[in-house]
């Protein structure tokens, strides 16, 4: 048998796990080209570095976990450098539930172009939740990456401190280096915080499982209520674990797939029409 028939095989499809819309959420990092991006989403997703460097037109990936016997399904959008196609980039942050901004401390036309970044992600939720965008509550982390090269300054703290504002619930920033993972757990449990969610999706807070545990966790959702009486857990562990599994193969979602998902997260649906004109015009 192949290895994708394997895996399929051993995975459930995303509807079959029946996660419900409040524990789908989706991440979104954004920054120019060169920052790092990719390497902090390899870091998140698989504990490496890769010194290479391949330009993403955009990247998607899938996790799954258990955590205190809830299922959750987190979507990671690594999105291209040179946005060539902003009607697309529009629709990422729409999408986006949770957001790192990325840009290198050697770098000022990367910082400027984070500062452009936070202000799209702001106009466009506002324009989602009928809010203004100094009521809006988008859940955002800045990462000045390359931390750990000789470098000349082209930013400083000043401007950094400028641009995040001085309310930690709503913006944080971090200085890190994904080549020596350097505060990166840090900043991925900031984030998490900020937007409610449980503080072992970061990776150093919980078990990675190979993707031959996808079939316990489709059951662990079926069954959650009887597992949660007889105490029991994937290997006969505590339920109070966490586990996370990388989906193989992920794909991105349609347009129309993105149009359902904004709806299904937006609250009241009388708003239906107008949220799909912010996503389309």
Not at 124 to 137: A, M, R, Y
Request: glycine letters at 6%; hydrophobic letters at 35%.
């Amino acid at each position: 048998m192949k290895l994708a028939a394997m895996i399929k095989k051993m995975c459930p499809s995303d509807s079959e796990l029946s996660i419900p819309a409040k524990n789908c959420y989706r991440m979104v990092i954004l920054g120019s080209s060169k920052v790092g991006k990719t390497a902090i989403v390899s870091r998140f997703l698989t504990g490496r570095f890769e010194d290479a460097y391949t330009p993403t037109i955009e990247d998607f990936h899938r996790k799954f976990y258990s955590i205190r016997g809830e299922v959750y399904q987190l979507d990671i959008l690594d999105t291209s450098g040179n946005h060539p196609f902003p009607a697309m980039r529009r629709l990422s942050i729409l999408t986006g539930d949770v957001f790192i901004l990325v840009f290198s401390l050697d770098s000022r036309d990367s910082f400027e172009e984070v500062q452009r970044l936070k202000q799209q992600i702001l106009d466009t939720k506002s324009c989602l939740k009928n809010k203004t965008k100094e009521n809006v509550d988008v859940p955002l982390v800045i990462c000045g990456n390359k931390g750990d090269r000789d470098f000349y300054r082209e930013v400083e703290q000043r401007e950094i401190e400028q641009l995040v504002g001085d309310d930690p619930q709503r913006c944080a920033y971090f200085e890190i280096s994904a080549k020596k993972n350097s505060s990166l757990d840090q900043m991925f449990r900031a984030l998490f915080a900020m937007a409610k969610l449980p503080s072992e999706m970061s990776p150093d807070l919980h078990r990675k499982v190979s993707v031959q545990y996808c079939d316990v966790l489709h059951k662990k959702a079926l069954r959650n209520k009887k597992l949660l009486r007889a105490g029991s857990g994937w290997g006969g562990g505590d339920l109070g674990d966490a586990f996370g599994i990388v989906a193989p193969f992920a794909r991105r979602p349609s347009v129309h797939s993105d149009l359902m998902y904004i709806r299904e997260k937006a609250n009241g649906g009388s708003q239906a029409k107008d949220k799909e004109r912010c996503v389309i015009s």
